[in-house]
């Protein structure tokens, strides 16, 4: 389904469920359950609506940029970047593409089953009621992929919001943003559905001094739709349930260079508020990446065909079932759970465009399965001290796997690898300790290991970015981290929260795409590459140590908020045997320094006035540090103001200084930039 079709498929269900919004309200729902008694301990960073819907750029992933150590792979954004290069991870434990931080919508995980990217642009802000960043590996009820941290985003509540609400932005280059949120309450249930469309005919990913007649601006055209229903189906047991339905299309600033993303999300949680406490989640993803790639020569006046990626349906499936049986307030708490994870994809494409047509074709892909159980005990033996501690054991298995590439002319199979299935159990854990130093500040300390399987992209895929190549690596192991933190919290006034957190974290067997080769040759698995291209397989190194800081500020003094933060990292690579040239260096794009704060007035009911600055400090283009791009400095700003009532006037700056920020580096020394300034002007309607 287009975009524009599912934006209006939105409006009309918004009308309806506007018309069925006159029911007798009610605030009875519980949505999940209570946060665990032991997360005192871990580092924990809430965003709350206000701080969701206050973005310049109306984007989720630069919204998290306020969470010290957030990073996605590249800096550009869910409107230019390529969607596989937008994971997630934290505390500079970066280095691929694949997300390194668990991202959960209500409970299900939202990244790709295939390639582990994150659908941000089908990801609202003003959906939410918040989001909850945990930064250390995840272990207990969370397993696989919290290896980084885990980001919680849950729905708002029906109940609680107006019954209809729109928003329309209009900004440069022809942008247009606009969401419809319709939200009601049923007696005892509530239900809210929600849209999105968002247009652009986009900037130009090149410089000036770089372009060529074949670069044409980087243009989009995104949708979404989703339903979140809520009601009581028995005495202290609630049904919460999901549905989101995606499509994202880009031209990544080359004529015949495309992506589509394609997706349904669907969830379904039943919570149990009774004297046993307990949650049954079941989740279900559909999704389909489409990309094709043009070769550009030197003077950038020739594109070429040179791959189709024309269908990557990837599916992923799964469950949890959490207890906490009734126990004595001196015995403190007890999680128990089971989950179950599965993931399958494929790609299918094209390549090696000869004589006008594509020679070669590639069928790679497999299937994924974890299942585990856990426990984790939370307490509180003295009135301010809290003590917790968790573990699990999964066992997981990959199989099925296979790289198939052929001659389309001959038939032939030039590759045609079928490696062994595998499995293995994998215990993980966490512990931590909080303790209340009087009222107005908290000591804590935690130490975890956690795992990540290796994506089915990782394992299978291998792939092109400019003249540069990179092979897959079936035999790639998990990646495992082991970490300590300890830090303190400091309330200084009811409204003023300080805190600073120091960590150390080792990631044994880090995946990484290392450099083997340069061309002109050929190559394993991917062919030939051309001179100036670079040839690399995906590798488990050694490790990746990363010790640093994180500091946060929060506070309001009668209109004012301030809300900063500042996260040192510094990552190191410890690599060997073919990987032995990285040994030292630092991850690719991962900065040492990030710096993020917003300064807010609300000079009267409704109205905001606020300025937001990020800072990335230089960082590492690729693996073996030769190219290098420099920090990038951003301001935005954002006001609103009521015009009357129910209706307030939207101004927004994207890079108010239209700063030129690096996002990438090719062989050839060709820049891609990221977002340059943006204005917007936009109208809020709410009933």
Do not use: C
């Not at 000036?208 to 229903?229: C, E, F, T």
């Not at 937001?612 to 006001?639: F, I, P, W």
Request: no cysteine; proline share 6%; glycine share 12%.
């Amino acid at each position: 389904m287009r975009p524009a079709a599912l934006f209006t498929l939105a409006l009309l269900a918004s009308g309806a469920a506007r018309g069925a919004g006159a029911a007798e309200t009610s605030d009875i729902i519980v949505t999940g359950l209570p946060e665990p008694k032991g997360d005192v301990a871990y580092d924990i960073v809430t965003l709350t609506p206000d701080r969701l819907r206050a973005s310049a750029s109306g984007r989720l992933e630069d919204v998290l940029r306020d969470v010290a150590g957030f990073q996605s792979f590249r800096r550009t954004d869910s409107r230019a970047a390529n969607p596989t290069s937008q994971g997630a991870t934290l505390r500079a434990l970066g280095g691929n593409a694949s997300s390194r931080a668990l991202v959960l919508l209500d409970g299900a995980p939202l990244a790709d089953p295939f390639t582990g990217y994150v659908p941000w642009s089908a990801l609202s802000p003003g959906r939410l009621g918040a989001v909850r960043v945990t930064r250390g590996a995840g272990a207990g009820a969370f397993g696989t992929g919290a290896l980084a941290g885990t980001i919680e985003l849950q729905t708002a509540d029906p109940t609680r919001a107006p019954p209809l609400q729109g928003e329309l932005d209009y900004g440069e280059r022809k942008s247009l943003s606009a969401e419809a949120i319709a939200s009601a309450a049923l007696g005892q249930a509530g239900v809210s559905l929600f849209g999105r469309y968002d247009r652009g005919d986009g900037y130009f990913l090149t410089p000036a001094n770089q372009r060529g007649p074949v670069d044409i601006p980087a243009s989009y055209k995104q949708g979404s739709v989703g339903l979140h229903g809520e009601t009581p189906v028995a005495a202290h047991t609630n049904l919460l349930v999901n549905v989101l339905a995606f499509d994202d299309q880009r031209i990544q600033g080359l004529t015949g260079t495309t992506t589509e993303v394609k997706g349904v999300d669907a969830g379904a949680r039943l919570v149990g508020a009774g004297a046993w406490r307990w949650e049954a989640l079941g989740y279900l993803q559909l999704m389909n990446f489409t990309n094709t790639v043009a070769a550009v020569d030197a003077a950038r006046t020739i594109q070429t065909p040179s791959l189709n990626e024309y269908d990557t349906p990837a599916t992923g499936w799964g469950g949890k079932l959490e207890v906490r049986p009734p126990l004595n307030p001196r015995a403190g708490e007890l999680r128990l759970g089971v989950d179950v994870r599965d993931a399958t994809g494929h790609t299918h494409e094209l390549s090696r465009f000869l004589a006008g047509r594509f020679t070669r074709s590639l069928n790679a892909g497999g299937h994924e399965r974890v299942f585990g159980g856990y426990a984790e005990w939370g307490a509180s033996p003295l009135q301010s001290l809290t003590l917790t501690v968790g573990g699990r054991l999964d066992h997981w298995s990959i199989d099925d796997g296979e790289i198939v590439a052929t001659n389309i002319q001959t038939g032939v199979p030039s590759t045609n690898l079928k490696p062994p299935n595998r499995e293995k159990w994998e215990p993980t854990a966490r512990g931590g300790m909080a303790w209340d130093i009087g009222a107005r500040a908290r000591l804590r300390g935690a130490a975890y290991f956690g795992y990540r399987l290796p994506s089915l992209n990782e394992l299978y895929r291998p792939f092109r970015v400019g003249l540069d190549a990179t092979a897959a690596n079936f035999a790639l192991t998990p990646e495992r981290l082991k970490g300590v933190e300890a830090g303190i919290d400091i309330f200084a006034a009811p409204s003023v929260r300080l805190s600073l957190t120091a960590f150390a974290n080792r990631l044994d067997g880090a995946i990484a795409n290392v450099t083997l080769g340069a061309g002109p040759g050929v190559f394993p698995q991917v062919g030939f590459v051309a001179a100036g291209g670079a040839y690399s397989q995906r590798e488990n190194l050694s490790a990746i140590v990363a010790r640093g800081v994180e500091a946060e500020a929060h506070g309001s003094w009668g209109g004012w908020r301030l809300d900063a933060s500042y996260a040192y990292t510094h990552a190191r690579d410890r690599a060997s045997g073919a990987a032995a040239a990285l040994n030292g260096l630092p991850p690719a794009q991962t900065p040492a320094h990030q710096l993020s704060a917003t300064l807010g007035f609300v000079p009267r009911t409704d109205a905001l006035l606020a300025v937001t600055g990020h800072y990335a400090s230089g960082q590492s283009e690729n693996d073996l540090a030769t190219r290098r791009l420099t920090g990038a400095a951003t301001m935005d700003a954002l006001a609103q103001w009521p015009l009357t009532r129910g209706v307030t006037l939207i101004l927004r700056a994207e890079n108010l200084t239209n700063a030129q920020i690096e996002s990438g580096i090719s062989a050839t020394g060709l820049i891609t930039l990221a977002s340059p300034r943006t204005l917007w002007v936009g109208v809020r309607a709410g009933f």
